[in-house]
């Protein structure tokens, strides 16, 4: 099983590719999307568009897992900007034909540590454990995306037991 796993962003928007054999999971491809924040809205949902719809091509996931919106009541216009970044990425996903599972941030918390409000350490530690990593991932963005993706790796193996 192949998961991408997407941190949605307006400027910067975070991925992790995870594979499942067996019981061994691990990363094939993380890092960052960057749309110039000089451009145009338009021009810039196109540039997120085309790097995700490139990513899909040479993934070829299975899945792909990105987070639900939220939408905070003192920042409501990040959700906004959020939704647009999300709607690219999703176009993308829909072209490819590949289904999409979206998670809250709470629920994605949860499910790596135990607790749906861990800080940002704590899934950096989970993540970094989980994966096998040598170090912690950074940016942010790439620990979410990874986040994401381990989130959806566990929720599928959950239902096939079920």
Same mark, same amino acid.
């Given at each position: ?69 939220? %939408? ?6 990040? /959700?906004?900007?959020?939704?647009? @970044?999300?709607? *690219?990425?999703? =176009? $993308?996903? &829909? ?30 530690? %989970? ?6 990593? /040598?170090?912690?991932?950074?940016? @942010?963005?790439? *620990?979410?995306? =990874? $986040?994401? &993706? ?13």
């Amino acid at each position: 099983m192949k998961i991408i796993g997407i941190d949605p962003g307006l400027r910067v928007s975070g991925y992790g590719v995870v594979e499942a054999s067996g019981r061994e999971l691990r990363v094939l491809d993380a890092g960052v999307v960057r749309a110039d924040s000089a451009l145009p809205m338009p021009q810039r949902l196109d540039q997120i568009y085309q790097d995700f719809d490139g990513l899909l091509s040479e993934h070829e996931p299975e899945t792909v897992a990105i987070e639900e919106l939220y %939408a905070h009541f003192k920042h409501p216009r990040t /959700a906004v900007m959020m939704g647009h @970044a999300r709607g *690219a990425i999703l =176009l $993308a996903a &829909a072209q490819h034909m590949i289904p999409v599972e979206e998670y809250a941030a709470t629920r994605i918390k949860k499910s790596l540590t135990g607790y749906g409000r861990a800080s940002k350490e704590q899934m950096q530690r %989970a993540i970094t454990t989980q994966l096998q990593l /040598a170090q912690l991932p950074e940016p @942010a963005d790439v *620990a979410d995306a =990874l $986040a994401i &993706a381990l989130c959806c790796y566990s929720e599928n193996k959950i239902k096939s037991l079920k």
